[in-house]
């Protein structure tokens, strides 16, 4: 079956530690997205992605980085700079940007700094 | 600016009715999406509406008015497994998804 995988599921990082969350998919998705989601609050968009080797940065894209080497991967690494990370981030994936059949999200990872 | 409004937190009882608002203020308008997402888990893709009126899919039906930027997620026949957050989003002219934060339901028996 297609769909998207986030891993790891938990991660809990150091202070001062780069943490690089996995989102693959293999639903032949063009555009892939990453989210993140504090409680009582919308999701907001970190970055997301068109097509491969290309990325535009989202609303909160500051302390992110993301790649988009191959098309089923969209990995995003949580950088020291980024100064309140703890947060649960989804990933999401769609056929395209203008796409009225909805996202498909991953199952999501809870970061923890410690 | 942006804006998307629906209440936080809303109970109803076990095979009742019940109807979950969101109001929205977007540059441009290409649609309102609804998703269901159940704590800790992926948010499901539910609805979409771009035009005027009511679309039913089962138990869930969902509305939209655009001269009101206002629409409705309705659940009929409620079971405990609906029990989760309902999130609204508006895709803007730029196609981009503004998120409302979410309304919890709770289902009591």
């Known amino acids: 079956d297609g769909g998207i995988t986030q891993s790891p599921k938990y991660l809990f990082r150091k202070e001062g530690q780069n943490v690089t969350l996995s989102c693959e998919q293999n639903l032949n998705h063009d555009a892939m997205y990453w989210y993140r989601q504090d409680p009582g609050q919308g999701l907001r968009l970190i970055y997301y992605s068109q097509i491969v080797n290309d990325f535009q940065k989202g609303d909160i894209a500051e302390g992110y980085s993301v790649s988009r080497e191959k098309k089923e991967s969209f990995p995003l690494t949580v950088t020291s700079a980024q100064k309140n990370p703890t947060a649960f981030y989804l990933c999401a994936s769609s056929t395209g940007l203008d796409s009225l059949y909805g996202y498909t999200f991953g199952s999501g990872t809870r970061l923890t700094v410690v | ?109």
């Open chain 2, 1 to 109: 600016g942006q804006n998307i409004d629906q209440p936080t937190e809303m109970t109803a009882t076990e095979g009742a009715i019940v109807q979950i608002n969101c109001t929205y203020q977007t540059s441009g308008f290409n649609g309102l999406f609804w998703y269901q997402q159940h704590a800790g888990e992926a948010p499901t893709f539910l609805s979409y509406n771009v035009l005027d009126g009511l679309e039913e899919k089962g138990r869930f039906s969902s509305f939209l008015s655009r001269s009101k930027g206002y629409s409705y997620l309705l659940l009929k026949e409620l079971q405990m497994k609906d029990s989760a957050s309902y999130l609204c989003a508006a895709m803007d002219s730029n196609y981009q998804l503004i998120w409302g934060a979410g309304t919890k339901l709770i289902i009591k028996p």
